[in-house]
């Protein structure tokens, strides 16, 4: 087996926790629609999907949601309920620090354009702990498809075997085993922990 080079980390539900409930009962409460019907419109339609994707900006996608759901909200407003959603687990950062004292990091994720133009401002202590961040948007693909993943390995410049990839879904983490790459698939700090000492990636 060749030697961890990289360690590549998963944003929403690794680094940053994200409350879909929350922010799912606030836009419901603008347009007085129901939290389920609400998600049924954007995410259960592939709407969020498609800007992860990178197939809107964030302004056109502000003025779809907006029409499909009725919103009443302005464009700043939306922007702040949805990132309201995600927070920092202050564990895993620990984590990456350590990490980054023996290995570079960075990240991969699915999120639009919204997120990723917010993050050297909004989570600024996220920013700095990875370089480069790969946001499915620029990438123009998503997880778990091999595009995804060789679109990465294309931006970091590592052979797959190289890398390891730290993901809370386990279809990303088999994904990116089948394509060479070592995974986790993240179920909490503790176990995160144990998973990187047992790579000798900290002590």
Aim: aromatic fraction near 8%.
């Amino acid at each position: 087996m060749s030697e961890i080079a990289l360690v590549l980390f998963d944003l929403g539900g690794v680094v940053c926790p994200f409350d879909q409930p929350s922010r799912l009962a606030t836009l419901a409460a603008d347009c007085g629609l129901a939290p389920d019907e609400v998600d049924r419109r954007i995410w259960g339609a592939g709407l969020a999907r498609a800007f992860d994707a990178g197939d809107y900006t964030s302004e056109q996608w502000y003025l779809a949601v907006r029409d499909r759901l009725g919103l009443h909200m302005d464009f700043a407003r939306f922007v702040e309920v949805v990132l309201a959603a995600l927070t920092t687990d202050e564990a895993v950062l620990t984590l990456v620090d350590e990490v980054r004292a023996r290995r570079p990091t960075a990240l991969l994720t699915d999120n639009p354009p919204l997120l990723r133009d917010a993050m050297a401002t909004r989570f600024p202590a996220v920013a700095r702990r990875f370089d480069p961040m790969l946001f499915s948007c620029d990438l123009r693909a998503l997880k778990p498809s091999p595009e995804a993943f060789h679109a990465a390995l294309a931006r970091l410049g590592e052979r797959a075997e190289r890398v390891l990839f730290i993901d809370d879904t386990e279809a990303n983490a088999a994904a990116a085993r089948a394509l060479g790459m070592d995974a986790i698939h993240f179920t909490g700090a503790d176990a995160l922990r144990a998973a990187l000492v047992e790579r000798g990636l900290i002590g």
